[in-house]
């Protein structure tokens, strides 16, 4: 790699290559996660859930006979859909759930509560409804199911969003509309009522037309295969006592655990103490709604009298998909790279519940792309539209909405440079940018020019035009462009962060930051902020144990690790937290050794006297001295709403297409982000690494098939549903870059969750390069290359 | 199996196990490990040997102890990751990886055990491994964080240091 990342700012610790903090117990396997500490040895009362999945995609029960499961030996507790109990909750949601009782306009994203704890319909193969049961083994949960017999109305399913629009479709969710699948806009969102669905109109998109010197179009589709994926299924453990309920989960937010508890059953929010372990990668998956198996437990515990255990198998885990969402772009130009009119017209599949589809294509489009990814761009145009079906249900998925947006978006100008017969790179550089930054932007051209010379952008080919390698395979290289995850728009939507760094009598550190490590890295990110911090006791990250263990009794609020947001915002409030510790010492100081506070400061842990140096105390003394008492320095940070702008990420890939067999295969790939300030290097290299080849993944192989006739997914499990292994994935040169800078002390911005965004059009593009084909849908599969191939090759002989 | 009961060896220590009492014999040998054991390094995930994070060593090679029985390893010397000294040359690797460029050898962690494990079986029977080698032997095990990058610059590092041993023995 040629490129050598280089700090704006030299620290001791922040932005440096170092370990992770918790790498050597990751390596001995020694991490505890929410399956390790509820095992049967551990916890021998312990019952094992099991709630039904639908056998049917539009399924309604009329009846349903639970006496024979009732009644077999180890059953322990039966939960009804018509409980009177469960008839009487409100719905839920599927939508992203900061926290269950956030005030309407203060959500992250708008909810819509579409969804119950227990249905007596369903809407996907597979929706956890109807009934759930407690017994001493999940086997025997298991066969309980099996033995309910349940006779159900059976309508056929439809998954793609022009069968939801026959009249025959069955309305899915009359409650948002009585008369139809489509999902109905929300004026708060889509910036009043819109009118033939039109949600976004800034300029005059036909004088952009006009004025430019070509115009294409391009019509993809990303989407509706993919899933999270990850190997820490979803789970809790709950227990009942009395009027309190006691949970142990692997879900990353036990405040918002405690939280949607407390709303649906009504209980005092200090009779609910939830805990969460460390818990596995999620990709999103913690933001998928109100999980029903946290209430059902809850329940089948205080009915049985015992612990009730809820863990998701593989198949349960496939509980969501990225959204597909299909965008026809019209999008023209002129030849020195000026974008003159954008013109988007979205379909989104929904799939069964409502996700953050409305929001990938509305509010993404208002929020991120005109004032944070093209804000030059004079003429921009948005229709939307948004249909449920029995698919299942498209939700948060890392890079969510934002790869929906880049797979056509990327294509595109790489197409109007084509015609235009100028380099990509040229319209990014002067059309694309952001609202606060002056233009040319600077992060633009910044991630432009390192990753293009990382890869030898000028080795590229004229379209189709390179040698043939070994008979029959080709190259080429594509690339793209998006902007980097808001800084902003965190600081300005979560609630005020909490922090505590407690100083013990030896200088050793306890820092409690609260947030769930899911691989991250906001835990090392906070040591290592929390060690330069604490410079002036000489601290290294070496003496900082940071607190794993979530408690809603004993601990702070939590901050959740989504929008890859934790690593600088728990950074920015640890600075005041330091400054604390820093205060109290100096308090304390001054009274033993009778002199003004404002007279002392603290260097290499010792306090002294400004003026007279030589009159010092030693900050371990300091402690001896007042009975071995710690000092904790704590912080509660409002949010820097300082409008910053943001940085930018550039994807570039060369692939290799086998013409014979159809096979693509990536060979380079190129990332380069623009955060601000790199909290962690090494973490940050890997999430750059890790997240292509996520994009890599549902660019080339994931894929989940779905029989139409009956609405099944039909492989959900790791064997049949492929992604990316080693022998799978090519070198990455993950480029870090400091050129924008945004409020605050670290002027941070998001990174991992950025990272997959790019790759799917730089390969698209690349495989254009390579053999002058777009294939309009992801993967990227064999036969749909030969199938390219094929219809091109009938063109040219055509002419 | 003899007399109703297997006999395990594992990470060095004798167990003898009677089925009724201490596991049945439908259970598979991760079930046995995690749940009746509390060897809870070995991570269970798809169940279904898709995975690879519930890996094992069985006389020294790797197996998916979620794809057998517990009665089919009797007689046999078991190691999981807790059976791996924190000295270990591999789990430094893992542990310590962060050179520019490479980013780290783990994310979240919950597949670095089968990993290490896999590396440890590897190593043993291929000390001076090719990266394809490398490729090969790790590719039963999926990391959804992705840090397939950083393994793979472990390993080769790691197998650097375990032939500069070999070499001055």
Sequence with gaps: MKYKYIPRVKRKYVGSYLPKIDAKEKAMGRTKFFDDITIKSKVPRMLYCAIMNAPYANGKILSMDTSKAETMEGVRAVVRYDDPEIMAMPPTTNSWTDTAITPYHRETVPKWFDRRVLDDTSRFVGDLMGVAIAADTREIADEALKSIDIKWEVAPP???????????????????????????????????????????????????????????????????????????????????????????????????????????????LAKIRVHNTNCGAHMGKWNMGEQNFFILTAILSRESGCPVKYKMNVHEEFAETRTKINFKIKVAGKRDGTVTALDFDGIANNGAYQGVTGYALTGFMNAEGIPRLFYPIENVRMRSRVYFTNRIPGGVFRSVGNVQQNFPLGQAIDELAETLGIDPIIIYKKSFGNSFDPQPNASVASVLDSASAEIGWERRHKTDAGPIIDGYKKRGIGMTLHNQWHAEWQENERGRIETSIRVNPDLSVILNAPTKETGAGGNSAAVMACADNLCFLNITPDDIKWVSDGDTEMGLRDCPPTDSVVSFIMSECIVGAALDVKRQFIERASGMMNIKEELLDIK???????????????????????????????????????????????????????????????????????????????????????????????????EIFYDKRTGTPLNVNYIDYKMLTMADVPHVSPILKETWKGASEYGACGLAESTPTGASAAIANAVYNAVGIRVPTVPFSPKKILEGLAEKAMKEDAK | MDQGQIKLIINGRNYKLKVGRDFEVTESLSTVLRERLGFTGVRVSCNQGGCGACTVLMNGKSVLSCMMLAVEADGSEITTIEGIPADDPIIAAFAEESDPGYGTAMQCGFCTPGFVLETKSLLSENPHPTDIEIKDALSGHICRCGVYQGVEHAVRKVSNIVNREDQKK
């Design chain 1, 158 to 268: 439809f998954l793609e969003v022009e069968d939801a629009q026959r009249p025959e479709a069955k309305i899915l969710h009359p409650e948002a509309d009585p008369t139809s699948n489509q999902l109905p806009h929300r004026n708060d969102l889509d910036g009043g009522v819109s009118v033939n669905n039109i949600v976004v109109d800034k300029g005059d998109i036909a004088k952009g037309i006009k004025e430019a010197d070509a115009v294409i179009e391009v019509d993809e589709t990303f989407g509706g295969n993919s899933t999270q994926g990850t190997l820490d299924f979803r789970g809790c453990m709950s227990e009942w006592v009395d009027d309190k309920i006691e949970v142990w989960t692997n879900h990353y937010y036990s405040d918002q655990v405690r939280m949607h508890i407390h709303d649906m059953l009504g209980l005092p």
């Design chain 1, 604 to 702: 290499d842990s010792k306090i002294f006297k400004k003026t007279e140096p030589y009159i010092c105390m030693d900050a371990k003394d300091v402690m001896m001295e007042d009975d071995c008492v710690p000092i904790t320095g704590r912080n509660i940070r409002n949010n820097n709403k300082t409008v910053t702008g943001i940085g930018y990420g550039a994807w570039f890939a060369e692939v290799e297409v086998d013409t014979e067999t159809g096979k693509v295969s990536v060979v380079d790939l190129v990332i380069a982000n623009d955060v601000g300030q790199v909290m962690h290097a090494s973490g940050a290299e890997s999430q750059q690494i890790g997240g292509v080849f996520i994009g890599t993944g549902e660019t080339l192989t994931e």
